[in-house]
């Protein structure tokens, strides 16, 4: 049987502006952004769940002492029994697709107290909760674990990549040096800084905002979606290939953000598209290059040189990578491949889990 959330707990806000952080404080300090910050007083003590109500729309589940900005849902246990609060948590981290869905607001989206309240969620027994918590539990132990396992196959894939192709930072090099415009095209994704008109059922208008860079994911599910009609008259709309790459003209400079997979959207002004030219550069070994000691010093150089507003297509385009060839790396392209191949297979794993419970 599906409850109302609002029915079993009680949910209120955080009172603080997101300045009273402080860093060297004691207390967790729970704001929007997906880490909490530190602050030296806190206003709660108590086993609860906290969502993000603007921005990022994150989940994090706490219990003890902390403090909490204004924007932050704080839900606590109301059930007088009934709720087992780790599986709150759990629920709402699969539901938090659904919130950025009922998000609304222009530049910074945000969702409302009857967002939450409202929420369905199928409360089964107290023990059978727990089990469901120990099983995604131990899901989320083994995955962390390979993850662990592929940050070190991450650093053999460089360590290989230097292996067959050369650092030229330390004059290393094995193969020739071309500019990315003469491997790939870097086009200028729309001619403005205009935000569209949204349509929930529309086309994702992808912004460097999607990007994550730490996983190096974009979220094409919590982007913006924009009218398929206004896009056939105002804005560019692209095939992404699989093996393109995004590259933020501010914020993020020096991180392109590599996506594997074919996709349909629309790319915002506030990034550069990059577009490998397969008869003269494989994907996979341009996302090497890009995180090579040699490119990302070149990033940082550009950035540094100008304004970060003023970091553009132009800079991309001369950016310096190796070009060997072809046969060679497709040779480091398989086994590159076969690395990302297991990771999303792990990431798949969970997803289905939490999938098949809630």
Known sequence: ?????????????????????????????????????????????????????????????????????????????DSDGLLFMPYLYFFMESYIDELRKQSIG????????????????ELPSIEVQRKIVNIISKSKEIISKKENEFELLDELVRARFVEMFGNPVLGTEKWPIHTVDNVAEAVDPQPSHRTPPIDSAGIPYVSIKDCDLKSGNIDFKGARKVSKNVLEEHLKRYDLHGGDFIIGKIGTVGNPIFVPQRRDYV?????????????????????????????????DEAKNSTSQAAFGIQKVRLIRVMNPSLCVQDEFEKFAIEIDKSRLLSNHSLFLIKSIIF
Do not use: H, W
Request: glycine residues 6%; proline residues 3%; contains cysteine.
């Open 267 to 299: 790319l915002s002004a506030n990034v550069v598209l990059v577009q490998p030219n397969k008869s003269m550069v494989r994907p996979y070994f341009l996302k090497y290059s890009f995180e090579s000691e040699f490119v990302k010093r070149q990033f």
């Open 106 to 121: 222009g530049v910074i989206k945000y969702i409302k107290l009857k967002n939450l309240t409202d929420a369905l969620i």
């Open 1 to 77: 049987m599906k409850i109302k959330i609002g029915d079993v707990t009680k949910i209120r806000t955080g009172k603080l502006d997101a300045n009273a952080a402080d860093e060297n404080g004691q207390y967790p300090f729970f704001t929007c952004s997906k880490e909490p910050l530190k602050i030296n007083t806190y206003s709660y003590d108590c086993e609860c769940v906290l969502v993000a109500g603007n921005g990022d729309l994150n989940v994090k589940y706490y219990n003890g002492k902390f403090d909490a900005y204004q924007r932050t849902y704080i839900i606590e246990d």
